[in-house]
């Protein structure tokens, strides 16, 4: 289509409150538009790069035995109350009364609309295992909303839940989708997105992964080994110590006047911060009970551990007089009563520490923990760190990078089957509940993240797979008959030979054009213009500058499609 | 794909609550599930069917320069109140809040976000005309979900908005837009379906026309002339009467005992009920405020023509006491002060009624309205009816039938540019508002009403534009050696040269394979069967009878493809 008959429009200004690239390119290329807080209207040339994110999509899931059907945005809160999960989810869950004054939720997963489905539907073991999935509206009530399309409150996203009859059959139909995944990002022109093992938070069940685009402008961190294939998320990946036992000492108290952190209190004494016991304090959600952790004092807390360890939601303690509790000198010995303790690993096997008294301004030296306190449980709850072990190959190769979750993978088990009662009857005749799946991808994320990969300072370069148009046609000096004659030619001959051309013949400068042009990113430019017509040829060349070429008028279109279509099979994309 | 792996369950019974024969039927079929009231999750072989009905109208909108987009499902508050329509609308607009207290609303149509989105985009004429739509999720809290997918609180929609700078513009793109709707509904398989003219309703705007496929169980009735092309929703049509002005006569009081309606009435006095004046009272929501429209005996009151009149929205009165009106004897002279009344247009010219006298028990005779009343503006707040006279050719020919409302076109004009301040610069500098028209398609009704136009008693009969599968391929018996391998081979030929196959190789009797096969409504039925096959034949038929071969084996896969091309070509569609 013409450029000029396109519903769009560029910005030269970046929008004050962009905080990544990809944002800031989005937005003055006219891609988003803002509508709410975290709510968007997708402009047409969006609209056509997650139509072809949405077909790579459709292929895999359908090639992956995948059946597309649609589950509602708007469920009554009756099926979240029977998982549980209508009370369990915060703030995030969308809940609302309808005209009758029942209770009704958005969806911002559809385990609950899976089961409900597949519950009197698939009741013999000989209608397993199976997999269905949707892409439709979601609705998150995101607290903070962030970098355009990264994170916002409504998205479509393409979900799909497995049943299965055992565990083994979830394993088998879960690489199958890893793969799958794996196909969906290479295609898409992300390959070097990532699997990283990850947390399963709300969703439930115990092996998931989340498929990271690693960006230092990624919300996640992601712990990595130099040696091996190890990844997972920080939040996922346990710390394993390396670390000295140190020398036996008697346990002292020692005054120590205002000295409340670590470095302040190694600086006092004169020792390194792994001689340290530190504590942090939160509170249980529901009863605001304090928690304490201790753990080595060069080490950094890890809440998603520390929060399923203790099998409660829990915040930053407000720290009352009435609590007992002694900022800056909190120790394990002397705590008040009703405090619960969780002791870090790291603190394992340390002869010596130097810890709070919970007394002001006094500390412990000498401090060995199974000796004051007498056996305790050790866990890990420490966030890894750069030069730790890892889990893996052992070797203490660990470093940590930053990435954008566009996807991930759950093995649920039969958390919402058994929750919601939905049975099969096995061979055997028993009744049985299936075991579960869910794989999602969020669309328009995807989306954005793919700009921020591919990206120069100018626009997007889309990859050809999801490219608004395969080919930017511009025409300087359209009112040159002769260059409106050959573009016009060009632009009928590639049409219809299936390539998708944005056409540029406005009467602007070449400036205005090429950059308009660079903010469309789409991967061949192809110029006219009266200049190149006196010598018998057209430009063209690459959005990524990989390819710049001058050939003849009549040998243009034939190199542009095949350019177009073996770019196309590059990301195993077709026409 | 093979029948044994699609995610499907098919019942014998009909649900109680089915109220139309397609309901019936795709609940039967396993079409549809509900979720709540009126919300379903569509099964595999329904997003089968609304993916190629969104599939011919994404084409067919494309075709006349339609740009695709996407708007929010949830909106700020904001912008509906820019507009009015968010007090304007009753309680089918979906009202929240957000978790910081923010309202916001459930899009039931996107005027506003398309107004919200052109702002600040289009903002120079030479920008202009241009169409941008959508296919996306709506909500509108129904009080009366009703016959499944046809009406529903959540469905997929497509809906347009084009914007003009001329109302000449606008009428030149309606009309192409007219058109592009009966080519949409032609190739799916419902070209009977008739635009007629409708009242704008909440939409605003002036001239309308709705896509109604004409059938006894739809909600609508539509009003037609037997003499020409005439064709309105009775909400909007004109009803033009033909009566005897009668002889004069004095005015005289009579008493009436216990005579409150006017079949009583004509009985009492042996007159007809064309000599009378009915009384049909209303209050106005807001301030309850009575209002008496008079209308001739015979007809009906339109209570959306009356509504437009008064400009207000109105409920049937509550009459108290205190009202001062006299239920069953009500006549226009009398009344208590402050009652607003209106007169039917069928009352103008006739010389003589009988008509209430505002006292218990009695009536008026020789009623002459401008005698009695002094003149009176009299409007068209009456039903046509059948027999009545046309609007167009004059003749007395109206009739009426009911239909389902499929698609709606409108010719907005500046309501929504104007309240929320879209204005683009003209020609000659100055700031203009566009003129707007918008153009909805409900995709899940349309699948409904396409199968409640083509099915019989056993099932659905899909046109094969919109079939699940173009191909039903019946393996009776396929524990035999060379069914199986027949069937396959026919399988996976036609699935090479792109014909859809459902193949049914479960070891099921032939009765309960027929049965599911008409459940699925699938066009074209190929059955291997041994018995055939020992006569080296395979039996083809069409799901709505009008072909049955027995072709050779070697033969049935270049007939079956042919077949479904030829058809396929016959509603302008292809494989």
Redesign the interface.
């Known amino acids: 289509m013409k450029l000029?008959?396109?519903?769009?429009?560029r910005y030269k200004e970046t929008p004050a409150d962009c905080v990544i690239a990809s944002q800031a390119l989005m937005m003055r290329g006219?891609y988003i538009?803002p509508?709410?807080?975290g709510?968007?209207?997708?402009?047409?040339i969006?609209?056509?790069i997650?139509?072809k994110i949405e077909k790579i999509i459709r292929e895999e899931m359908n090639r992956i035995?995948g059946?597309?059907?649609?589950?509602?945005?708007?469920?009554?809160a009756?099926?979240w109350r029977e998982s549980g999960r209508y009370d369990s989810i915060g703030?995030?869950l969308?809940r609302?009364?309808?005209?009758?004054g029942?209770d009704?939720v958005?969806g911002m997963t559809h385990e609950e609309?899976s089961v409900?489905?597949?519950r009197?539907?698939?009741d013999s073991y000989?209608?397993y295992p199976?997999m269905?999935y949707?892409i439709?509206?979601k609705?998150r009530?995101e607290?903070r909303c962030r970098g355009g399309l990264i994170r916002v409150?409504?998205f479509?996203m393409k979900d799909a839940y497995s049943f299965h009859t055992s565990q083994e059959d979830l394993e088998r139909y879960y690489k199958i989708c890893y793969d799958a995944y794996n196909r969906i990002f290479f295609r898409a022109g992300v390959g070097d997105v990532v699997a990283v093992a990850s947390d399963s938070g709300m969703m439930g069940g115990k092996v998931s992964h989340e498929y990271m685009l690693l960006t230092p402008v990624g919300e996640d961190t992601i712990v990595l080994c130099h040696d091996c294939d190890y990844r997972a998320n920080m939040e996922a990946a346990p710390c394993i110590v390396h670390g000295e036992p140190g020398e036996m000492a008697d346990l002292q108290k020692v005054e120590t006047p205002n000295i409340k952190t670590i470095d302040d209190l190694c600086a006092f004494l004169k020792i390194k911060p792994e001689q340290t016991c530190k504590a942090v304090v939160y509170q249980e959600n529901l009863t605001d009970k304090y928690v304490v952790a201790f753990l080595r004092g060069d080490l950094d807390i890890n809440e998603t551990k520390l929060r399923n360890y203790l099998k409660a939601e829990i915040h930053p303690a407000e720290i009352t007089l009435e609590s007992g509790l002694t900022p800056g000198f909190i120790g394990p010995k002397g705590l008040p009563e009703g405090v619960r303790v969780v002791y870090d690993a790291s603190l394992k096997g340390i002869n010596a520490v130097a810890t709070g008294a919970n007394e002001t301004d006094m500390h412990y030296t000498g401090f060995n923990i199974p000796r004051e306190m007498g056996e305790v449980e050790y866990v890990d709850v420490a966030k890894a760190y750069d030069g730790g072990i890892c889990p893996v190959c052992g070797k203490k190769s660990i470093y940590t990078s930053r990435g954008i979750e566009v996807g991930n993978i759950f093995q649920l088990g039969t958390k919402y089957t058994e929750s919601m009662g939905l049975t099969y009857v096995d061979q055997d005749g028993s009744l049985k509940h299936p075991i579960m799946g869910c794989y999602g991808i969020g669309v328009g994320r995807l989306a954005a993240s793919v700009c921020e990969a591919h990206r120069d300072d100018y626009g997007p370069v889309w990859p050809i797979s999801i490219t608004p148009w395969h080919v930017h046609l511009c025409s300087l000096r359209a009112d040159n008959e002769e260059v409106a004659a050959v573009s016009q030619r060009i632009y009928d001959e590639l049409t219809a030979r299936g390539v998708e051309v944005i056409w540029d013949d406005r009467s602007v400068s070449a400036g205005v054009m090429f950059s308009d042009a660079d903010l469309f990113g789409v991967p061949v430019r192809v110029v006219v213009s009266p200049k190149g017509l006196k010598n018998g040829t057209i430009e063209i060349s690459a959005r990524d500058k990989s390819m710049q070429e001058k050939k003849p008028v009549a040998e243009a279109v034939d190199f542009v499609y095949d350019y177009v279509v073996s770019e196309l099979a590059k990301l195993e994309c077709r026409l």
């Open positions: 000029r008959n396109l519903v769009s429009k006219g538009k509508v709410g807080n709510i968007y209207t997708l402009f047409p969006t609209k056509r997650t139509a035995d059946q597309e059907l649609l589950f509602p945005v708007a469920m009554p009756s099926i703030s995030e969308l609302f009364t309808d005209r009758s029942a009704m958005l609309a409900h489905f597949v009197d539907v698939a000989t209608q199976f269905i949707q439709q509206t609705f009530d607290p409150r409504e479509t």
